[in-house]
């Protein structure tokens, strides 16, 4: 079984920087894919990042160039650098292991972590 537990969030103004951490813990060498999605209250889940074992990466539209994943294998922790933050990149941040494209398949997610952009 593997275990996620993510860091990093907070608040932040409008064009400011944020890094989250994902930690990883377990049977990390089952794991093909990793990334990171999003949920604001009132909104469905979006894919915001992943990652292959191959080191292959996908983004969403609306934070490619911003956004930027990346992952320590030596230290099983993966991260997503996100710099010019929007208010619109408010939201609860949960680090997820497999995915298709951007469309986490489940079933390892982390707790969350905030991110809050104020204009």
């Known amino acids: 079984q593997v275990q996620l537990v993510e860091s990093g969030g907070g608040s932040v103004q409008a064009g400011g920087s944020l890094r989250l951490s994902c930690a990883a813990s377990g049977h990390t060498y089952s794991i093909y894919s990793m990334g990171w999605f999003r949920q604001a209250p009132g909104k469905e889940r979006e894919g915001v990042a992943a990652i292959e074992s191959d080191g292959s990466t996908s983004y969403a539209d609306s934070v490619k160039g911003r956004f930027t994943i990346s992952q320590d294998n030596a230290k099983n922790t993966l991260y997503l650098q996100m710099n010019s933050l929007k208010p619109e990149d408010t939201a609860m941040y949960y680090c997820?292991?497999?995915?298709?494209?951007?469309?986490?398949?489940?079933?390892?997610r982390g707790q969350g972590t905030q991110v809050t952009v104020s204009s």
């Open positions: 997820a292991a497999e995915f298709v494209g951007l469309l986490w398949v489940g079933p390892v």
